[in-house]
Structures are given as structure tokens and as C-alpha cells.
């Protein structure tokens, strides 16, 4: 990936299509497909908010990815069953860079390269208008931090971050244009 051109006004919503999946925009109609991936409370056992599985703490997380800018639901495309969510959010257009996060993929959808896919989707179109791509990580979250470091982000530091209106400690990594590895790396 090279370096973005210049772009006055980025699309942070856009339908994005991959091997088997497309990111499309939430819609408020999407908000019961969404619970009903998102209601097994071991996705959220390595998250700072291990109760998102409840309805009513969901639907706080829903509204953020409606009001966002950047809210998208991931879809399998046999099916079209919506099989997770995620956002763009913070785009700094003077640095240029974006924060991808309130990513999750039901548990059936682990360790089968969806993530990768949908990480590899959403890189792609980001670098047309950023040099830098931000992810914001749960301390505890073990699996997001293995999954960032394979994709080629680096850990850059540790820091409080506002999550939902909450002041929230977070690791954050970063990732450029050229860093991102779109298949794992040989043992």
C-alpha cells in the first residue's frame, strides 16, 4: 500500500467486498440481527466492558455505532447473516490518521481469517485517505492484541482513552501503509 493521494472528504461508511463477507453501514433496523451475534458473553470475556452481552449495555454500544460516522455490521455473505460490527472513528484529517475498533465477529466466525478479511477491507480503503490506521485494545484482550501483531501493527503505547463516555485504559497500536501483512507470517 502506498502512500494516500490527497482526498478532500473521506467515506467512512462505505460497502466494502471480500472473500465472503461485506462491511455495509449500520442501520437502526440491523440492531436485533447485531444482538443476536453479539449475545454470547465469551466475545466479550477479554473486553473492559465483559457485560455487552447484556441487552440494554448492547444497546449503548449500538447507539455508538449509529451515531459514530463510521459504524459498519460485518455480513456473511452466504446468508447475509450479520456476523459482527465495527467502526471507523477519530479520523484526525491534519494528521492524517483514523482509529479502527468496536470490532467483534461471532465466535463461529474465529480463527477462519474473517477478521483478517475484513481488517484487510477496511485498511485498504482507509489508506486512500490516512497515513496512520489507530486501534484502541483492552489490556486484557489477548486475542485482539495476537490478531493486530500478525496483521503488522505495532504497540505504540498505553494510554486513557474515552470509551462510550467512560475514561478507559487502552494499548494502542499502529499500523502504515506497507506494514499491513495480508497472510501469516511462516513459522
Not at 475498533?101 to 483478517?116: E, I, K, P, Q
Not at 501483531?149 to 499502529?174: D, F, K, N
Request: proline share 9%; charged share 20%; hydrophobic share 35%.
Amino acid at each position: 500500500m502506498s502512500s494516500p493521494p490527497p482526498h478532500p472528504t473521506p467515506d467512512w461508511q462505505p460497502t466494502l467486498r471480500g472473500n465472503g463477507l461485506t462491511l455495509r453501514p449500520i442501520r437502526v433496523q440491523d440492531a436485533d440481527a447485531l444482538y443476536a451475534a453479539a449475545c454470547d458473553p465469551l466475545i466479550w470475556a477479554q473486553h473492559s466492558q465483559r457485560d455487552r452481552h447484556e441487552r440494554p449495555v448492547f444497546e449503548k454500544y449500538c447507539a455508538f455505532l449509529l451515531s459514530c460516522g463510521g459504524g459498519m455490521v460485518v455480513v456473511h455473505e452466504p446468508g447475509e447473516r450479520i456476523i459482527g460490527a465495527t467502526a471507523f472513528y477519530d479520523w484526525t484529517p491534519q494528521d492524517p490518521s483514523v482509529v479502527i475498533g468496536y470490532s467483534f465477529l461471532s465466535r463461529d466466525h474465529w480463527g477462519r481469517g474473517t477478521n483478517r478479511e475484513m481488517k484487510r477491507l477496511m485498511l485498504e480503503h482507509a489508506f486512500q485517505w490516512v497515513h496512520t490506521v489507530w486501534f484502541h485494545v483492552s489490556p486484557d484482550n489477548a486475542r485482539s492484541q495476537k490478531a493486530l501483531e500478525r496483521i503488522g501493527a505495532a504497540l505504540h503505547e498505553r494510554r486513557q482513552v474515552m470509551v462510550t463516555g467512560m475514561p478507559s485504559e487502552r494499548l494502542i497500536y499502529r499500523l502504515r501503509p506497507g506494514e499491513f501483512r495480508s497472510a501469516p507470517p511462516l513459522r
